[in-house]
């Protein structure tokens, strides 16, 4: 039996650890919190982030990182990106040799502006090889309630893929696909949390369906724009990492990132929007880390600008709004 040890006990991390125990793995959930870690090992839900939502009784949880990566093949990471870098190296002694490390991370890291298997492999001294992501369009509720839905398994080993595909594949209610683009299938879901924000402010002011529809196609212009220079395949964009993860995103009140935007957009300051927000809008930290990879690389990145002085540099939604509709006029498809 394949065993796995999920690190990170919130909506999105508690679901993918329920999605490998359902498909007949044996997992393990690590959390920080003894009372949380507890009251999950005890009734078997985890009421903090989804409440009313039985959990297997086969998934195990604790506090103890060395318990949970005792013989784990696969060890999943899904804590907030800004943080992968300090808590990976307090758990790195323990991880199996040759376990697979994978990211359900949808950030960019500060100041590096390293993707999060970038930070992974640095961090835990690993080839590409062992180092897989998973992204698309996951609101975790929904597949928490069963709903069915769909994602991508990426690793620069096909055959790595192919191995995390099946043991997290549970018809007919979860179903991954693989692709070996590591850089596009990352860069789509952190990118996507930008736009988000950007959505979600445009709804917040009151605007309509043409707006958000203008942001999310004007947003996964500027994703495959920083992803072609990156080197990722621009195919990645139209799929379910890319386009999929961002229109659920964008579209969804379950999307913390949109709803955060929203907050914005209705007047809010951000230390408001903050002490409002229960859970992490990555989106929120990475758009600075965004635009510096974006600067680095010469690639335009106007939404993402825009969303960076209004979350960080006191800009106005109006302001940002006239910046960008009073941009020079250019073809749709420039800089692709």
Same mark, same amino acid.
């Given at each position: 039996?394949?065993?796995?040890?999920?690190?990170?006990?919130?909506?999105?991390?508690?679901?993918?650890?329920?999605?490998?125990?359902?498909?007949?793995?044996?997992?393990?959930?690590?959390?920080?919190?003894?009372?949380?870690?507890?009251?999950?090992?005890?009734?078997?839900?985890?009421?903090?982030?989804?409440?009313?939502?039985?959990?297997?009784?086969?998934?195990?949880?604790?506090?103890?990182?060395?318990?949970?990566?005792?013989?784990?093949?696969?060890?999943?990471?899904?804590?907030?990106?800004?943080?992968?870098?300090?808590?990976?190296?307090?758990?790195?002694?323990?991880?199996?040799?040759?376990?697979?490390?994978?990211?359900?991370?949808?950030?960019?890291?500060?100041?590096?502006?390293?993707?999060?298997?970038?930070?992974?492999?640095?961090?835990?001294?690993?080839?590409?090889?062992?180092?897989?992501?998973?992204?698309?369009?996951?609101?975790?509720?929904?597949?928490?309630?069963?709903?069915?839905?769909?994602?991508?398994?990426?690793?620069?080993?096909?055959?790595?893929?192919?191995?995390?595909?099946?043991?997290?594949?549970?018809?007919?209610?979860?179903?991954?696909?693989?692709?070996?683009?590591?850089?596009?299938?990352?860069?789509?879901?952190?990118?996507?949390?930008?736009?988000?924000?950007?959505?979600?402010?445009?709804?917040?002011? &009151? #605007?309509?369906?043409?707006?958000?529809? %203008? !942001?999310?196609?004007?947003?996964?212009?500027?994703?495959? =724009?920083? $992803? +072609?220079?990156?080197?990722?395949?621009?195919?990645?964009?139209?799929?379910?990492?890319?386009?999929?993860?961002?229109?659920?995103?964008?579209?969804?009140?379950?999307?913390?990132?949109?709803?955060?935007?929203?907050?914005?957009?209705?007047?809010?300051?951000?230390?408001?929007?903050?002490?409002?927000?229960?859970?992490?809008?990555?989106?929120?930290?990475?758009?600075?880390?965004?635009?510096?990879?974006?600067?680095?690389?010469?690639?335009?990145?106007?939404?993402?600008?825009?969303?960076?002085?209004?979350?960080?540099? &006191? #800009?106005?939604?109006?302001?940002?709004? %006239? !910046?960008?509709?009073?941009?020079?006029?250019?073809?749709? =498809?420039? $800089? +692709?």
């Amino acid at each position: 039996m394949t065993r796995a040890a999920v690190f990170g006990p919130g909506s999105w991390g508690t679901t993918f650890a329920m999605i490998l125990a359902e498909a007949g793995n044996e997992v393990t959930l690590w959390g920080r919190r003894p009372e949380q870690m507890e009251a999950i090992e005890r009734t078997h839900e985890n009421a903090d982030y989804l409440p009313g939502i039985p959990l297997p009784p086969s998934l195990r949880a604790t506090t103890d990182p060395e318990r949970a990566l005792d013989g784990a093949d696969f060890v999943v990471l899904c804590v907030p990106s800004q943080t992968l870098r300090p808590n990976l190296a307090a758990w790195r002694e323990h991880i199996p040799r040759g376990a697979v490390l994978v990211s359900l991370m949808k950030g960019i890291e500060l100041g590096t502006t390293k993707r999060m298997s970038e930070v992974i492999r640095e961090v835990a001294e690993v080839p590409e090889e062992r180092v897989a992501v998973v992204s698309g369009p996951n609101l975790a509720k929904e597949i928490a309630q069963r709903q069915p839905a769909a994602t991508v398994v990426a690793c620069a080993d096909e055959s790595v893929a192919e191995k995390l595909q099946a043991i997290c594949h549970l018809p007919p209610w979860f179903r991954p696909y693989t692709n070996p683009d590591v850089v596009g299938v990352e860069l789509g879901g952190a990118v996507k949390n930008v736009i988000a924000l950007a959505v979600g402010v445009s709804a917040g002011m &009151g #605007m309509g369906d043409n707006v958000s529809a %203008m !942001l999310i196609t004007r947003g996964l212009a500027e994703m495959q =724009r920083l $992803g +072609v220079a990156l080197g990722a395949d621009p195919h990645t964009f139209a799929g379910l990492a890319g386009m999929g993860d961002l229109v659920a995103t964008c579209n969804s009140p379950l999307s913390r990132n949109r709803t955060f935007g929203e907050n914005l957009g209705r007047g809010m300051t951000l230390a408001e929007v903050v002490a409002a927000t229960r859970q992490t809008a990555e989106g929120v930290k990475s758009c600075e880390s965004v635009l510096a990879l974006a600067r680095k690389h010469d690639v335009e990145m106007p939404i993402t600008e825009v969303v960076v002085g209004v979350v960080h540099d &006191g #800009m106005s939604p109006a302001e940002a709004g %006239m !910046l960008l509709m009073s941009r020079s006029p250019k073809p749709e =498809r420039y $800089g +692709v």
